[in-house]
């Protein structure tokens, strides 16, 4: 309302204060867990008290100890140690496949905004057909066709994500170039990259991060998804999904094998969503 | 107060202190402290520039803040109700029966999706004062009232199906349905052109003289005000200023921030440049016969056109104004010159040389000699960065200029537009609005032009923001020479700084006349209609203006 | 063209993306399978076969001709209904799908009939009283569940009903249906956990929704008229958001696609979803096809049916 943010604009003697990015509590929160399992993932193998493939303990099943953290699986592994592990192949995977998706799909949506004509409406069109294709199916007959590895998951949660991601960043830019900041860059006679860079680029930015934190909630759970249904990261090596699976058979008891492993993945997936969720409102939408 | 009030007054507003609470968190004060009464059947007008907080006044009398703001403080007395002690309950029931309100964009305030008369006729359902037959009866008797065609049946029709003027007229007829004894206009005029303002402001005024109930009419406009109100409270800042009859704050205004006021609605007349210059040196801008629209092309013609054979030439070191309502094609034009949009057909020469008609066609150093300026400076400065880049960036794009050099260039612009070296560290959205138009200026500059083209760019500004920026435009334009092709819907800030005048209608040019004889000299029916439509600083002018009806019903943008 | 053929251009308009979608996406679906490395005629006769026998298989399976040949007979075959057959049983794809189809598709009803209707009331509630414990608690929930995978949500409602408070069986569905309990018993677990997914969903674009609706001049305008809570929302604020609700449901309702997958999973509840996940583990690939283009139509219709709704909602297109 204009009232408000007359009274409290900037009078010409203060000093510029520098952007200043206020989280909430929650927001905080989030971020710390955040900052938790990506140091787990990097310092995996420091952290874990036992090798991750080992049988320690002959009582499969086995319950929270003070030898065994989180309990033991099905086989008598110890589920900490497993947990630890399974950070690199959930964090990493999805961290590899978000980052791609979200380069290209940004990009290839900054040029068709800009660009405009033909170049945009063919691949804009091609990438909504694409997008008519449910995430987890698409994973499912991919994986079928040419079995599962780390670089086949990577590669197809990109191709899965990158159509979403472009078009987010379509709308932003083509929202940004109708503003008169570009027409006037443009009536200076400035070209195509200055635009994309210089002009559009700093204001789509804000949102476009938020945006790849929730596309990378997405990919953890697709990829839990798939190794849930042993379509993902394959024996011996296991992400979180995978840990699941591995001990669904536990859950009649409840098991610490197949809770713990869940408690991951909700951690991590709830904190991002906490995290951008409390973002300050100046970053989210700038675009708006 | 002035004698007329022996009876108790209707309303009465005490001490009244409204908080707010910004988006970082903070709690500030909006209206610190304001006090006034208003009789039964008198028009109270709230004045001031925007955050003045006369929008949340208004509000507050039917005991309303919106998100983020709440009453702090005070009292609210209208009749035998006290608006501000009430629970939320009760200030419902007397929402709409006791104060009625006439919002700014009638055109948004109306549900689109119901149709026109359910929505007038809603008040007296809500609070069951009559039988519906009644209603929709009393609906018609005031759309004749307010002089709106086919009064039998407008009401039947959907919001969109109406014109703003109309849409306006039947906001009032929702508010008087239920006989309120005060009714809230909160700048019902503001976003009409200024031919459709003079009737719904006719409408308005004579059925008020009617009705005998009471107003608030809030405005930034003391021209419209003059025309309908008995007395004039005016703010800013949250507070009152000064509160005087119409008449004497017009004629005797007491308060220095009301003499600035009325001061900056009537700027000086413009003197002319005198550049000395060789004898036959080509006019600095010239348009031909210049055809312009968007859409897809299909016979070489846009499927929308907008410029209709413009022709005009700008000599240098003159200023030529465009004036024309919205729709008038005066903002293409001035993209259709810049080649923002290619032209379809024509030419335009800049000193003299003809210009490749898109913008990717032409030279950087035809770029360079004109640039443009847009109206909202807000859109027009990229957030992303810092004003010393956003004014380093043609620097470096025309001349080459880096480092030190470019700096030190930097803050001489900064000091040309006056505004503080320092500010060359902030980012736009630290900037007042009429800062930000200095920069958007000084940024034009830059480019060292003859000839700037400036669409608008006053007409966002608080009128003392916008007096003042034209007094820069002039000197700038005594110390480098320039040329300004100046578009505005705004005949008097014309006439302070343009030697001639176009006068468009609809895509074509109708007249072109020297700046000063335009109001007494213009001989085309909508341009004499333009003129006489433009609100004057005297309580009877409104009472007193007579205009052809037909030339209204050819030419007004109802 | 005249005006009011607008909306009805624009709806064929979607219409006719869809159909080209759908071929785009038949296309993948083909290729990604038929095309990609992995003979199935060496896989169906494992390591040990001579390549004679391999040649012979692929002939007999039609797999030297051209990929583009083979692609158009399989799309000329499931437009008349001939899904081919299976390699791992010999059975027509038809005959396999058909009753696991129904079986799937009276998931999915009872979970759109459980799930619509509470989901709606949730969302316009929390919209009505946005800021309010409920609105916050609503919010933190449907974050919660969104948040985590399908088969968390699942094993989550089974450890709380099989498990702990033992009111329903963990692995659903049972022989005898005949009584209403037992019927009950059968679906709910699965039903529960899918609408769980489905409705988290739906209550939080319906509460922006109708959030949106609420914060314009109109209602604002309704509110100054002295309206109700109530009646600003339900008179002047739900008609206009009629169209991003209709549309959020039909959104949402698409997740029912990568949940069926999990939970028929989890479940062991025999439809279309878990034999497609036995036919991707067998390398089926007729199987997985069909069940793919199964899957895919019945998503792009879903998101279609959103895209028509928020096309015809317009109330400028409309009248």
Redesign the interface.
Known sequence: ??????????S?DTK??GPTF?FNWVGRVGLAVILFWALVALAGPFLSPYPPGEIVDWDYFGPVSSDYWMGTDYLGRDIFSRIIMGARYTVGIALAAVTLACTIGVVLGMIAAVAGGWFDMILSRFLDAYNGIPSLLFGLVVVAAVGSSIPVLVLTLTAIYMPGSYRFARALAVNINT???V????????GTPYLIT??IF??I?GPVLADLGLRFVFIVLVLSGLSFLGLGVQPPNADWGALVRENIEGLSFGAPAVIFPSVAIASLTISVNMFIDNLP??IRD?SE | MTGTHTKPPLVSVRDLKIG?V???G?E?E?IKGVDFDIAPGEILALIGE????K??IA?AL?G?T????SIDGGQIRIGDNDVTAMSRRAR??????EV??V?Q?AA???????RIIDQVI??TE??KLMPKAQARSKAVELFRALALPDADTIGNR?P?QVSGGQLQRLSAA?ALISDPQLVIFDEPTTALDVTTQIEVLRAFKSIMAQGGCAGVYVSHDLAVVAQIADRIVVLR??EVQEEGTTEQILTAPTHPYTKELLAAFEPLPHQSVAIAEAEDQSPILEARNLFAGYGAMRNGEPAAKVLQDVSFTLERGRNLGVIGESGSGKSTLARAL???LSPYSGEVLLDGHRLHPD?TG?S?ED?RRM??V?Q?AD???????SVGNILA??LT??HGLRGKTREKRVIELLDMVHL?A??R??APS?L?GG?KQRVNLA?ALA?EPELVLCDEITSALDTVVAAAILDLLKELQTELGLSYMFISHDLSTVEAICDDVLVMFKGEVVEALPAHEMSEFATHPYSRLLISSIPRLDTGWLAGLEQDPELIAQFANR | MPRSLLPYFLVLQRLGIALLTLVIVSFAVFFATALLPGDVAEILLGQAATPEAVAGLREAMGLDEPALSRFIGWLVGLLHGDMGTSYVNNMEVADLIGGRLSNSLRLAGVTTLVSVPIALTLGICAAMWRGSIFDRVVSILTISVISVPEFMVATLSVLIFAVWLGWLPALSYGVDVDSWSAVLRAYAMPVISLSFVVSAQMIRMTRAAVIETIN???V?????????LP?QVLR?AL??ALGPIANAVALSLSYLVGGVIIVETIFNYPGVAKLMVDAVSTRDLPLIQSCAMIFCVSYLSLITLADVIAVLSN??LR?
Not at chain 1, 1 to 10: A, D, K, N, Q
Not at chain 2, 108 to 114: D, E, K, L, V, Y
Not at chain 3, 220 to 228: H, T, V
């Open positions: 309302m204009t009232p408000v943010s007359e009274t409290t604009r900037v010409e510029p204060s206020v503003m008169d900041f027409t006037v860059a443009r009536a200076r006679g400035e210089r002009e700093p204001n930015l409102t100046r700038r | 707010a910004t988006d970082s903070r500030v909006i925007s955050g003045s907080g929008t949340t509000l039917m309303h919106r998100t983020g703001c419902a029931r007397i929402r709409g029966t009625s309100y919002p964009s948004a305030a109306f549900n689109p999706s119901m809603e008040t809500i609070h959907y969109h929702m800042g949250g810049a080649g923002i913008l032409r950087k770029l640039q443009i847009f909202l859109t027009a400065l990229n957030p992303g960065h960036r043609p794009f025309y503080p320092n500010m560290h902030r630290e007042s800062q940024r480019a | 314009t001049p109109y604002e305008m309704a509110l100054l008229k002295g309206a109700s009646r002047h008609p206009n109330p400028r009248r």
